[in-house]
Structure formats: structure tokens, C-alpha cells
């Protein structure tokens, strides 16, 4: 409440008192002054609420929508200092957004921005560079795939009339080093990021900064905190561990660059920039060598060492805490040990401590026994000098014991070996890691690099014209090269094109396109990232559609408009090499290959190498080679086998097995030393994993999902089993297994396995689990039939209407063949095979016949023993009906069991007529190119005619559809019946 000094309300006047005299003023006079005081006491009172008293009307340039914003207003500060700004910030999903170009160009950030075009957006500080797409969650930090909170989003402030591209915050702020501090309130406070110099260059560090502990106490480290490099928490070597409770010798030689710790006999040598230690003269190899670091803003400068390295030779225990972001060096827990004077076995020692041994548990008087075994009984201590007490008991017994950080304990030996009681046993120590080699993205590609990792996947070009635009050409006008780095095709009208909506079915990329027509073409450009297009129009509702065939469904791609708005360019881009590794982890050797995305990497075995091969994808590292001295790997090299296909070859000692491993952007091969059966070309017992209690093997399905475009086995379980396997993963010691993923799907657990080529399956139930042996078809299968739902994609075959439903033949034909066929084949007891031409509306080809040359050759490369087409019949006459089967005399050679193409249609067409119902129509001999050029036994089916309504409602009908796939599968088990495989 406001109060006014000297004002009384008293019958609707307003009486002032001023020394005593009483003056009556007009009331309504009064009020207006009154009023007039609280506006100018509120216009004057200061602005730091970030609750708007009235919401901010807003336009979303991504979305083209109008939207009140209601929320907290932001106010940043920098270093302390408020940052002007003509907008607030908004809060969207508890993330705060700001104007970039203010808060972080303009003001003292000072980070470079720049805006290409309309929606690519680049800034950069010190060495981190960051690109950003509006509308786009995914971010690009110095050339590494990132994931925003929010998307940026461009945004106009209707009261300001200003537009403004508004950036996530926090993301922004930290992933350039600087620190972000959110009142809750109203501000957001940025403070500047940490600039060190090491290995000779200036850094601006966007690591987490941490700090360290010491039994709990925090340790005081100057201005250089702990710091994170390649994995490895880095400390400050003096003040950690000399200047503290720790107390060990420190010095630090800047000619030699050596570094030195002592503590209790125990020597650490260390030098800047070498990832070779010595512990006591033996040499280890660490993750991260020690750096000589310098605060650019204090100039304090320091050694700092690997924390975890240090404390655990100096006898320290070491964890790191994520969520405080402190290295916890504790003192190790002295539970039953004899430290340092404590009593051993309950007797007294006599406060003294006999070189760290209790003998026999007694009072040893004060005496310094110098480790030896008095009485000839066991020490039953720590051999605190690193000695082991000559391994033996009075009993002349083993000790039979293992490494405890260097503590002989019960007779253990201090070297980290198990000599089993004695000193000279076999070392069965664990090889430490190494890095081989890593080669990195090459400069000259960073810009490719970026474009093809920033490119947007456009939904939507330009807006709807009145005008019907003719496309008069759709050309190839850069194909996909080391140069290029990326492949673009253009579609020229003769007008302005009006909106142009782009999707993807499968590997189908389908534009969409808006008053206009094109003259229907199928054509082969010669393109690499796309095999083809095919284009129509639909007169009646104006548009056209022009599908273009991806090699990989997965490609990215950008579609712009020309100023005229006359050329439409599609620009396709590849995949990317952008690292290559190798060294030793965890006792296992290893070449690691990074990518923009999934690698379709094909595995190829043989003596004394393995060459893995990636196709469309550029050479991001260059042509490279190295000698290795591990023990598997002898040499790795790569190279280009043209612009877009790299081979890494791997020269390897024998006797070791390998394992693939693989996620969204990595392919990894490990090799272990052991027999190498079950492995590469031999794929018995090629992949294993675990069931729950709950989960019988009755319980498990599996799912053939071999297609043109990728290799794929399903394993089905039901209910939610994520959290399980996480915990068990699935195994698998297969070249030929590129990548194994565990997810559920529909209310089950799917184990989808994607092998490099085509794989037979079979699984085996074992004492802890499931084991799946893959294998060529040819010699996992008795039966194999490949069977093709005719048409499908653009080719919708017969097209005709019932009860005012539009019936089109490649839907019969997908139901019949595929819906309603599957689980005659599927079931338990089949003894036939099958692989599908296709199981949606999705085509190899646009090309009708390159697609329909495809499928006939397919039938060899599945190793299908007979192949049948199922097609519907159709006829400018309505009454033409019944069933007829064709077949080619120009693939008509018997197979080794007897069996003719001609012979297989005789025989479906007597069981098909005869359990339908359908009139027989006879054996036809033509030249159907799936059947002439078909390599083993083939037929296609014409079911019935579309034409004629009684067989289009029967065609039509479920019922029927069952009954017919029913018999085609009855038929395919006697012709195998009469003439069998022999496999």
C-alpha cells in the first residue's frame, strides 16, 4: 500500500492539512493527482522482475505461427555487468533463450557470429567453433556432433518490431568454457571461460573444471583447477600432492621436463608431454601424459599430473565424483592389516612396526626385524618395501596370493604378480593400454565435413503461386567426388515453382511438388548417393511427384530454390571418415573407425589380414599407414578405393580371435589372443545372450528381415527386456555381424542383428541362454523360395474401384503373398525358407525394368532353389476370369532333381484352380522378364481378374486371400516333396 503524508479522505473531499488550516478540495480533482503520483512512482521504480506483467507477442519463423508468451523475462549479465538487450530472454521448457546476437556477439562475450543464408548460424571463441541450423536439436562443436536442449529458433517481437534468433543459453555459454549461474528468479549470470596454455598453444578451456579432496577435506589449488583431458582428471602435482596431508616429495626440472614423486621408497619419474611413467624403475603407459599448464588470466602456472595414476602408486585409493566434479583421494582402509605399528592377530607389537610385517602376531620388543620371517612362521602382514618375504611360510607352503596395490598380504607378492609362493612364477599381468595411432579429419575437409553434418533434411521449399509451373528437366549436375564432397541434381521449370514438400519412405527421398507438371520419365543419371529417379504428375490436382532412389536411407540431404524461383537444387551428401584409431584397451587390441553415421561396413577375412571396407562415404583422414609393435595388430593401412570407398586394411599375427562392436557413428574390431573357430568366415555359434528366468526358449520368435537395402535378423521376446540385457549384453564374435541393438517395440523385445551380407539363422537353446549360428543360406536351408508380391512403390499394376474403394494389384498381391503367406511359412514345422522381393509399398528401383531385372537376379544372390510372382489379371472386357500360371521356355532347364520352370506351373495351376474354385486358364509361355530371366525354377500367377466384379469382391476378400496363400504354400512343399534339393 502507498501512503501520502498529510492526506485524509473524509466525505468524499480530500482535507490537507497544512499547519493546522483546512482546505477542502474538489474530490475528483484530487483522485487525479493522486493517480498521476502512483503512475510516476511506478514508471520510476527499476526493472529487474524477469515475470512479464503482460505477455510478449511473439512470431515463430519455423513453426509460421503467432504465439503469446506468458512466462519469465531474462535478464544476462556478464561478469556482473547487466548485457543490454532490446528483448528479453524467454524461458521455453525450463531452457532459457536468448538473442545470440546480443548476448553473446554484441556484448563482451564478443563471440564471432555469422548467419549464412537463412538458417545456418556459425560463432566462434578462441578455438571452439560451433554451427547451428535453426530449427535443428543437432550441433556442431568444433567438427563433433552434439545434441542441443532446444533447437534455435528465429523469432519476432511484435511490441520491439525486431526479429531476433534466440539460442539456447546454458548450452552456449558452457560449451565455449564459460561458466552459467541461474538465479531462479530473473538473471543469468555468464562468467568468463578459463584460458590455459599448454603443448604450446593458447586454449580456451570448455572442460569441466573440478577440484580435489583429501579424506574429505578440500584442497586449496590456486587458479588452475582440475582440469579434463582425453578422459583423464588432471591435478595440480605440488599443491595435491606435496603441499598437503599427502606430503610426498615433489620437483619438477624444466630443461629435462622430468617430474619426480616420492613417498615411502616409492619413486614416480613422469615427463611433460610422455605418456611413459616409471614406478620404482618400471615402466607403465598412461591414458594422458602431465602437462605444464599457465593460467593465461592469473599467469599461475603449475605441473599438472594424472590423478588417479599417482595416487594409486603412491598408495592412495581415488574416485571421481561426477556430480560434485571433485577427485576424492582417500587413505586406504587399514581392515585387518598390520600398518604401521597395529596390532596383527590381537598382539602388541610394542608401538613399533617391523618394516611393516608382523612376526608371528608378537612383541618383537622394539627389534627391527628388516622383513625377515622371525621363527620361520608366516609374516601374515604387508611387505610394505615391495619385497616378497622370499614367498614362503615356515611350513615351506605356498602363499598363494595376488597383488593388493604393492601390499604383500598373507604372503602375497608386492609386484602385482600371483606367484603361487614363489618369487619367480609367471607373470600373468594384464598389458597396459596404448595408442597406436589416431588420424583425424583432415583441415582441407572441415567445411564438407560440416555442410554434410549441419544439412537439415529441408521439409519444405518456397510457397504455393498461382501459377502452374511445366518442369522442363531433371539433370545431374555434380556428382559425388573427393572434391565435391557432396552430389547435386536441379529441377528447372519454365515458372516460378510453387511449394515443394520433401519426405522419405524407405530409401525412397519423394518431392512433392505443387502446381506443376512433369512428363512421366524413369531415368538413371549416373549419380552415386542416388540410383535413379522416377517422376509423375497428377493432372486432376495439379501436382507432381519426382522420387529419387537413395543408395542409403539415411542420407542427408538440403533443397533450396533459386532467386528466381525457377530451379529447385537437391543437394545429396555422404558419409564421412572422420577418425581413425588404434592401440590397446582393457587387454584387448583395436581399430576404431568414426564416422558422421552408421557405417554399412563390409568385413573380408583372410590369412595374415582383415579389410574392412566403407562405401559412400569419403576419406576424411587421407591415405595413411602404420607399422605397429602390438602383438596381433603388425600394421594398419587405408586407402581410397575410388572418391567414395575407403579400404582399412588390418595385417594381423594369427592365433587371435575378433569381435565387432558397433553404435550410431563407430565401428570397432577387437582381437583377443585365442582360437580363432567361430570367428570370420567360420560363423558356427556366431552371437550369444542370456534369458531372464522369466522368458522361456518356447517364448522366442525371430524375424527374417533381409531387404535390397539392408541385412537384418529380428529375435523376439516378450515384454520389456532393455534393462536386462543392458546388464547381459548380448555377445558376438562374427566379422560378419556389423551391429547388434536391443529395443522394444509393440509391447516386445527386439534383438535386431545386422550382418554385412545375407545370413541364414538358427537358433539353439544353451545352458545360459540362446546361441545363434549364422551361415550361407544355401547351407543353413533344405528349401529356399523366393517369393515376389508383383508391382509395388509408383507401379501400382490393375487399379480398379469397388463399393467405392479404390483396389489397387500391388496391395492384393503384398496381402496374399506376404500378409496372409507369412505364417504358413513361419510356423515351427515349415520346411521351406522364404526371402520377399519386397514386404511394403517399397521398390529397389524407380526404373520399372532395372526393377524387374533386380528381382529375377535376386532369386540367385538369396540362393533361392525356385522363385514365384503372384500378379491379379486384367482385361479391357468384364468377363474374362480364372486362374492362369506363367512360366519361359527360355528359362525352362530342368534342375538337378528334375524340376522344370514349365512343370512347377502345371503344378500350381491344378491345386491353385482346384482348391479355389478359380477357372483353369492354362500354362502360358511368354517373355515375363521375371521368369525369362530368372536363373532357377520360376512362375508367375495371375490369380484372377480385377476386371470381372465377381473375382475383384473374391480377390477382395480375407477369407480368400488366406485360402490362396494357403495353397501357394502347399504347392511350393510338394514341388520339394517330388523334386527334393539334396541338401
Known amino acids: 500500500m502507498i501512503k501520502f503524508k498529510n492526506l485524509n479522505f473524509k466525505n468524499n473531499k480530500i482535507q490537507y492539512n497544512d499547519r493546522g488550516k483546512n482546505k477542502h478540495i474538489d474530490f475528483w480533482k484530487s483522485r487525479l493527482t493522486y493517480i498521476m503520483a502512483v503512475v510516476i512512482l511506478i514508471c520510476f521504480m527499476p526493472v529487474t522482475s524477469a515475470k512479464a506483467a503482460a505477455g510478449l507477442s511473439l512470431y515463430n519463423y519455423q513453426t509460421k505461427q503467432d504465439f503469446t508468451y506468458n512466462g519469465n523475462q531474462v535478464v544476462y549479465t556478464y561478469n556482473g555487468k547487466k548485457i543490454p538487450s532490446k528483448v528479453p530472454g524467454i524461458i521455453i521448457d525450463g531452457t532459457s533463450m536468448a538473442s545470440v546476437k546480443e548476448i553473446f556477439a554484441d556484448s563482451g562475450i564478443q563471440m564471432a557470429y555469422k548467419l549464412q543464408g537463412e538458417d545456418k548460424l556459425t560463432l566462434s571463441y578462441g578455438k571452439t567453433v560451433m554451427a547451428m541450423t535453426l530449427g535443428s536439436k543437432t550441433v556442431l562443436v568444433n567438427g563433433k556432433t552434439v545434441t542441443a536442449p532446444l533447437a534455435p529458433v528465429k523469432v519476432k517481437f511484435k511490441a520491439q518490431n525486431t526479429s531476433k534468433i534466440l539460442v539456447p543459453a546454458r548450452f552456449v555459454a558452457e560449451s565455449f568454457g564459460f561458466s552459467?549461474?541461474?538465479?531462479?528468479?530473473?538473471t543469468a549470470g555468464i562468467t568468463g571461460a578459463l584460458g590455459l596454455n599448454y603443448n604450446g598453444s593458447d586454449i580456451n578451456y570448455t572442460g569441466t573444471q573440478g577440484k580435489v579432496s583429501i579424506d574429505g577435506k578440500t584442497v586449496k589449488s590456486g587458479s588452475i583447477p582440475v582440469i579434463i583431458v582425453d578422459d583423464t582428471a588432471l591435478l595440480p602435482g605440488w599443491s595435491v600432492f606435496a603441499d598437503s596431508s599427502i606430503k610426498a616429495g615433489f620437483s619438477y626440472n624444466k630443461k629435462t621436463n622430468e617430474v619426480i614423486l616420492k613417498k615411502n621408497g616409492t619413486v614416480i619419474k613422469l615427463t611433460i608431454g610422455n605418456k611413459t611413467a616409471y614406478v620404482n624403475g618400471k615402466a607403465s603407459v598412461l591414458d594422458t601424459p602431465p602437462l605444464y599448464v599457465t593460467n593465461l588470466s592469473s599467469k599461475e602456472a603449475c605441473v599438472m599430473v594424472p590423478g588417479s595414476f599417482i595416487a594409486a602408486n603412491l598408495g592412495y585409493d581415488y574416485s571421481w565424483n561426477?556430480?560434485?566434479?571433485?577427485?576424492?583421494?582417500?587413505?586406504?582402509?587399514?581392515?585387518?592389516?598390520?600398518?604401521?605399528?597395529?596390532?596383527?592377530?590381537?598382539?602388541?607389537?610394542?608401538?613399533?612396526?617391523?618394516?611393516?610385517?608382523?612376526?608371528?602376531?608378537?612383541?618383537?620388543?622394539?627389534?627391527?626385524?628388516?622383513?625377515?620371517?622371525n621363527n620361520g612362521q608366516s609374516n601374515n602382514g604387508q611387505n610394505n618395501s615391495g619385497k616378497n618375504n622370499n614367498g614362503q611360510n615356515s611350513n615351506g607352503q605356498s602363499n598363494n596370493g595376488q597383488n593388493n596395490n604393492g601390499q604383500n598380504n598373507n604372503g602375497q607378492n608386492s609386484n602385482g604378480d600371483n606367484n603361487n609362493g614363489n618369487?619367480?612364477?609367471?607373470?600373468?599381468?594384464?598389458?597396459?593400454?596404448?595408442?597406436?595411432?589416431?588420424?583425424?579429419?583432415?583441415p582441407q575437409l572441415s567445411d564438407g565435413y560440416m555442410a554434410a553434418s549441419n544439412a537439415a533434411n529441408t521439409k519444405e521449399v518456397s510457397q504455393d503461386g498461382g501459377i502452374l509451373s511445366n518442369i522442363q528437366s531433371i539433370n545431374l549436375d555434380q556428382v559425388l567426388n573427393g572434391t565435391s564432397q557432396k552430389e547435386v541434381y536441379t529441377i528447372k521449370a519454365a515458372a516460378p515453382l510453387s511449394k515443394t514438400t520433401i519426405n522419405t519412405e524407405g530409401n525412397l527421398l519423394k518431392l512433392h511438388i505443387n502446381n506443376s507438371y512433369v512428363y512421366a520419365a524413369s531415368n538413371n543419371l549416373g549419380g552415386v548417393l542416388a540410383g535413379g529417379y522416377n517422376a509423375v504428375s497428377n493432372t486432376i490436382e495439379n501436382y507432381s511427384e519426382i522420387s529419387f532412389q537413395l543408395i542409403n536411407a539415411d542420407t542427408k540431404y538440403e533443397a533450396a530454390l533459386s532467386d528466381d524461383k525457377c530451379t529447385l537444387t537437391l543437394t545429396l551428401y555422404p558419409n564421412y571418415i572422420n577418425s581413425v584409431a588404434a592401440g590397446r584397451k582393457n587387454g584387448e587390441e583395436f581399430v576404431k573407425i568414426t564416422g558422421l553415421k552408421v557405417m554399412p561396413v563390409t568385413v573380408t577375412e583372410s590369412t595374415g589380414s582383415i579389410v574392412l571396407q566403407v562405401p559412400y562415404s569419403i576419406n576424411g583422414v587421407g591415405n595413411n599407414s602404420s607399422a605397429s609393435s602390438l602383438d596381433c595388430i603388425k600394421a594398419v593401412n587405408i586407402a581410397n578405393v575410388n572418391d567414395y570407398t575407403t579400404n582399412i586394411t588390418i595385417n594381423k599375427a594369427s592365433g587371435y580371435s575378433y569381435r565387432v562392436e558397433q553404435d550410431q557413428n563407430s565401428y570397432t574390431i577387437l582381437f583377443t589372443k585365442g582360437d580363432t573357430s567361430g570367428n570370420g568366415g567360420n560363423t558356427q555359434s556366431a552371437l550369444q545372450f542370456k534369458l531372464p528366468q522369466e522368458v522361456n526358449y518356447s517364448d522366442v520368435t525371430t524375424e527374417d528381415r533381409y531387404r535390397f537395402d539392408r541385412n537384418q535378423i529380428a529375435i523376439l521376446l516378450p515384454g520389456d527386456l532393455t534393462d536386462f540385457y543392458n546388464s547381459n549384453p548380448v555377445t558376438f564374435s562374427s566379422g560378419v555381424v556389423q551391429n547388434v541393438s536391443v529395443n522394444y517395440v509393440n509391447n516386445q523385445t527386439e534383438i535386431l542383428i545386422e550382418t554385412s551380407k545375407l545370413q541364414g539363422f538358427r537358433l539353439a537353446k544353451t545352458k545360459s541362454g540362446v546361441s545363434v549360428t549364422l551361415g550361407d543360406p544355401r547351407e543353413m536351408y533344405k528349401n529356399i523360395v523366393l517369393l515376389d508380391p508383383g508391382h509395388g512403390s509408383n507401379r501400382a499394376g490393375a487399379t480398379r474401384t469397388l463399393n467405392g474403394k479404390k483396389i489397387m494389384e500391388k496391395d492384393l498381391a503384398l496381402a496374399i503373398l506376404y500378409e496372409k503367406a507369412q505364417k504358413y511359412f513361419n510356423a515351427p514345422d515349415s520346411p521351406i525358407k522364404v526371402y520377399y522381393t519386397r514386404n511394403g509399398d517399397e521398390t529397389k528401383y524407380s526404373d520399372y525394368y532395372k526393377e524387374l531385372y533386380d528381382r529375377a537376379a535376386r532369386a540367385k544372390s538369396v540362393g533361392a532353389d525356385l522363385y514365384v510372382s503372384l500378379h491379379m489379371n486384367s482385361s479391357t472386357a468384364t468377363s474374362p476370369k480364372g486362374t492362369e500360371i506363367h512360366y519361359s521356355s527360355k528359362n525352362n532347364k530342368a534342375n538337378a532333381s528334375g524340376l522344370t520352370s514349365r512343370k512347377m506351373a502345371e503344378m500350381f495351376l491344378n491345386n491353385l484352380t482346384a482348391n479355389l474354385g478359380t477357372i483353369n486358364r492354362g500354362v502360358k509361355d511368354g517373355g515375363i522378364i521375371v521368369v525369362k530371366e530368372n536363373t532357377v525354377p520360376a512362375v508367375l500367377i495371375e490369380l484372377g481378374f480385377m476386371s470381372n466384379k465377381e473375382e475383384l469382391t473374391l480377390l477382395n476378400d480375407p477369407d480368400f486371400q488366406d485360402r490362396a496363400a494357403k495353397s501357394i504354400y502347399d504347392t511350393l512343399c510338394q514341388v520339394f516333396a517330388a523334386y527334393p534339393t539334396g541338401r
Open 180 to 186: 552459467y549461474q541461474w538465479d531462479g528468479i530473473s
Open 423 to 442: 618369487q619367480s612364477g609367471t607373470d600373468n599381468t594384464t598389458l597396459p593400454d596404448t595408442d597406436l595411432f589416431l588420424w583425424e579429419l583432415l
Open 322 to 373: 561426477s556430480g560434485t566434479k571433485t577427485s576424492q583421494i582417500t587413505t586406504k582402509s587399514n581392515s585387518g592389516k598390520n600398518n604401521s605399528g597395529q596390532n596383527n592377530n590381537g598382539q602388541d607389537n610394542s608401538g613399533q612396526n617391523n618394516s611393516g610385517q608382523n612376526n608371528n602376531g608378537q612383541n618383537n620388543n622394539g627389534q627391527n626385524n628388516s622383513g625377515q620371517n
